[in-house]
């Protein structure tokens, strides 16, 4: 299997408003995850990140 890249461009954003509270913060960052194909379940990891 391979690795991918910790680091890759579709998951870096710069200058982005993702809201002020941690919860906002997280989901924007869930569904860059999701578009990027590195989670199967955005809704599980923002419930595990907020636990």
Excluded: F, W, Y
Excluded at 28 to 48: E, M, Y
């Amino acid at each position: 299997m391979d690795n991918p890249h910790l680091l890759a461009p579709e998951l870096v954003a710069l200058d982005v408003d993702a809201g002020s509270r941690p919860r906002e913060v997280i989901e924007h960052l869930a569904k860059l995850l999701d578009a990027a194909g590195r989670t199967s379940d955005p809704a599980q990891l923002i419930a595990d990140a907020m636990a």
